[in-house]
């Protein structure tokens, strides 16, 4: 397999179907001059801000009800959420290594790279499938009161992001499959910019949720 090798830095990356690197000058006015796009870190800008301000509102309810917010942080199992901030992080981090690996021209370490990505995520989605079955089978659902409706909230609108990531990271490992595939740099870049922000919204819930309180 052929590979071109990358000048520095400030250029933009486009692979073509048998994985070889090609680049060209970037244009600063551009819209893919960030990594992925601008247009998925102006959505990962948004979604931050989000889950910023739900946070907010939490820990001010929690100053109001601080002795209900005790007790009922108490009713959760912090190992479960070490343990998913563990895999995520280590999922981030087969993430960020096999973009790299593309970049170098190495399609299929990439692509065994980014499936180890998406099997940790899947593990993360297993535990917390364990961990809500769990909470439902001792009747604490989102209505139980107002710490556990943050709880189901905010976890619960997290686990939707880290489906639709597994759901478009999925999309890009067989667009890569394909040989005649039309994937290119900016996708997969894209793709691990909000994969990598599941993973930074899950280290902010973590230590509020289960911690704070």
């Known amino acids: 397999m052929g590979l071109e090798v990358i000048p520095n830095k400030l250029q933009n990356n486009r692979l073509n179907s048998f994985g070889i690197m090609h680049t060209q000058e970037i244009d600063h006015k551009n819209i ?15 979604e931050l801000i989000t889950f910023g301000a739900t946070l ?22 912090a190992t479960y959420g070490m343990v998913n901030t563990m895999l995520l992080l280590t999922s981030g981090f087969f993430m960020a290594i096999s973009v790299t690996e593309l970049k170098r021209g190495n399609k299929e370490t990439f692509k065994k790279l980014l499936l180890f990505a998406m099997l940790f995520g899947c593990f993360f989605l297993c535990l917390k499938g364990f961990e809500y079955y769990e909470k439902i089978n001792e009747g604490i659902s989102i209505g139980y009161n107002t710490f556990f409706s943050f709880y189901w909230m905010l976890t619960l609108f997290h686990v939707i992001h880290v489906i639709v990531g597994l759901v478009i990271l999925t999309s890009v490992y067989f667009g890569m499959k394909k040989e005649n595939s039309n994937t290119v740099i900016e996708d997969v870049e894209a793709s691990a910019a909000f994969w990598h922000m599941c993973d930074l919204i899950w280290i902010i819930l973590f230590p509020i949720i289960y911690l704070l309180f």
């Open 32 to 46: 893919y001059y960030p990594p992925g796009g601008i247009l998925i870190w102006i959505i990962i800008f948004l």
């Open 56 to 77: 907010v509102v939490m820990v001010y309810y929690g100053n109001q009800e601080s002795e209900l917010f005790h007790d009922s942080s108490l009713k959760l199992n």
